[in-house]
């Protein structure tokens, strides 16, 4: 059974930055796709940023609201997922899930925001 811990949320001012970071435990790292997704009230559960593992190419993408600013990136030794937020907005405020798929790809997860394996989240908050 796999499980995903995302840290890292937190207050910050517009501008700013944030490291999120998610530890994954149960899943073959090589051999997943692993990706940011964010939720604020009232708005439907969004796909940011999503990487699929070295086994299936690396390949990376990325939400058009959080490109240029937001890089995913793993530690593979560390079994964990980071996302590097830059140049916050007030409209990146939101509830961070981290999530772990190991049958689907990331063009699929991001699409549905439909994943196997979620974490609890962490709340990101920008002050204009």
């Known amino acids: 059974q796999g499980q995903v811990t995302e840290s890292g949320g937190g207050l910050v001012e517009t501008g700013g930055s944030l490291r999120l970071s998610c530890t994954a435990s149960?899943?073959?790292?090589?051999?997943?796709?692993m990706g940011w997704f964010r939720q604020s009230p009232g708005k439907a559960r969004e796909g940011v940023a999503c990487?699929?593992?070295?086994?299936?190419?690396?390949?990376?993408f990325y939400a058009e609201s959080v490109q240029g600013r937001f890089t995913i990136s793993t530690d593979n030794d560390k079994n964990t997922l980071y996302l590097q937020m830059n140049n916050l907005k007030p409209e990146d405020t939101a509830m961070y899930y981290c999530?772990?798929?190991?049958?689907?790809?990331?063009?699929?997860?991001?699409?549905?925001?439909?994943?196997?394996?979620w974490g609890q989240g962490t709340q990101v908050t920008v002050s204009s």
């Open positions: 990487i699929n593992g070295k086994a299936h190419g690396g390949s990376y």
């Open positions: 149960g899943v073959d790292f090589d051999d997943v796709a």
């Open positions: 999530a772990a798929d190991p049958a689907k790809g990331c063009r699929y997860l991001l699409q549905s925001s439909n994943a196997r394996y």
